[in-house]
């Protein structure tokens, strides 16, 4: 997990240590690595991801990456015990501008710090046209059990809005590539509410991600995100700004289109084939386990401790080097911060929330369904789930 802007937080130890607290329960709801590749060929307009084209490294390049990690693998297995990783996630960034035996490198660093479990699930992440055929087999062979492809859209216009690099019809022919290579949970990401997209575009979209016999796919709003170049063109009245009744309109085509293709939503913003189809990565994210990101302005979470990395691969690199945790800041949680998270994460998913200690008066009736001790969203609860948790939460 990686975010664009770093929160505030005390300072973390040159050492990296956690407080004793943090590991009384270690791994008992699962332990994952999130890999950080923070590198780019160039930057999507919407995107306010850490993330580097080879202009703005200040030097760093990918073989000092490379090292850097493994230092930090060297100073996390000091810290935290080694108990075997359940999964792997890496994200970017464009993950792909690695080779397939450097991504191979890496995942044979993270056993060797730790040991990978043998059923464990293996992400990286892709852009449609940073694969190949070979490379895809290659990542396969390697040990990748799953990969996330961005498609966003299939309309050339909305991708050319998005500054994707990629042609409509490279994501879905990627994907079928992937299950061709041997990989069976293969996810596209799909963007919803792009500016000057049309029902039909996002109609087309779903129709060539579906048709690609995928058994994930993910689906998001389009967020404007400040300081990127769409909101810079949403400011100036170059674009209109994306309109949330459109959003839910799309949302729900979604749903509709998604289920009718055997997709069944598990979290808000995600359908899968069956249960194995899930990301089981991000239900550990979800579900408050433990997990080590590594890499430049990666975020961690062990035992309520959230800490955060140093932001550019330069300067990772050199605290790195020079003995020291890459740790910016961190913040350790309390027992009310932790409850509103998991409120929060798991109100998201289709599994829902334990009843006891809500109060589902507060919650506006039709957005919530209650079975056998638990409350999960209905369709219009998942369209107004941020103000269902703010009802739960008041």
């Known amino acids: 997990m990686v975010m664009a802007q770093l929160p505030d937080g005390e300072p973390v130890p040159e050492n990296g240590i956690l407080p004793e607290s943090a590991?009384?329960?270690?791994?008992?709801?699962?332990f994952g690595v999130y890999l950080h590749v923070p590198f780019c060929a160039s930057r999507c307009g919407y995107c306010d991801f850490n993330t580097y084209t080879a202009s703005e490294l200040g030097g760093a390049d990918i073989d000092g990456y490379l090292d850097a990690i493994e230092?930090?693998?060297?100073?996390?297995r000091g810290i935290v015990p080694g108990r075997p990783v359940d999964t792997i996630f890496v994200g970017g960034g464009t993950p792909t501008m690695l080779s397939p035996a450097q991504l191979c490198r890496l995942l044979d660093a993270i056993n060797a710090t730790w040991g990978?479990?043998?059923?464990?699930?293996?992400?990286?992440?892709?852009?449609?046209?940073?694969?190949?055929p070979q490379s895809l087999r290659q990542l396969r062979d390697g040990g990748f059990t799953r990969i996330s492809l961005g498609m966003q859209s299939a309309s050339a216009p909305v991708l050319r809005i998005l500054d994707r690099q990629h042609t409509p019809g490279r994501a879905p022919q990627a994907a079928i590539q992937a299950r061709e290579a041997g990989f069976t949970h293969v996810n596209l990401d799909l963007i919803y509410g792009t500016p000057g997209e049309s029902a039909d575009d996002f109609d087309e979209s779903l129709d060539r991600a579906t048709g690609a016999g995928v058994d994930h796919v993910s689906a998001y709003s389009l967020i404007v995100e400040d300081g990127t170049r769409l909101a810079a063109r949403?400011?100036?009245?170059?674009?209109?700004?994306?309109?949330d009744d459109v959003a839910a309109d799309r949302y729900l085509a979604a749903e509709q289109r998604l289920t009718k293709?055997?997709?069944?939503?598990?979290e808000v913003s995600n359908w899968a084939a069956d249960e194995q189809a899930r990301c089981r990565h991000n239900l550990l994210y979800w579900r408050g386990g433990d997990w080590w990101g590594l890499g430049?302005?990666?975020h961690s979470h062990v035992g309520g401790v959230r800490w955060w990395n140093v932001k550019h691969p330069k300067r990772y690199a050199q605290r790195l080097g020079e003995g020291k945790s890459p740790g910016l800041g961190r913040e350790i949680l309390t027992a009310?911060?932790?409850?509103?998270?998991?409120?929060?994460?798991?109100l998201r998913l289709a599994e829902g929330l334990p009843t006891a200690g809500l109060d589902l008066a507060r919650v506006q009736p039709g957005l919530l369904e209650v079975k056998d001790g638990r409350?999960?969203?209905t369709l219009r609860g998942r369209l107004m789930a941020d103000a269902v948790v703010r009802d739960l939460l008041t």
């Open 261 to 266: 293709a055997g997709l069944n939503w598990y």
């Open 234 to 243: 949403v400011r100036r009245g170059e674009l209109a700004a994306p309109d």
């Open 336 to 346: 009310d911060q932790r409850h509103i998270e998991s409120i929060l994460l798991g």
């Open 23 to 30: 590991l009384a329960g270690f791994g008992r709801r699962g």
């Open 296 to 298: 430049p302005g990666a």
């Open 116 to 132: 990978i479990v043998g059923d464990a699930e293996i992400t990286t992440e892709a852009n449609p046209e940073s694969v190949t």
């Open 71 to 76: 230092a930090e693998l060297r100073l996390a």
């Open 375 to 377: 409350a999960t969203l």
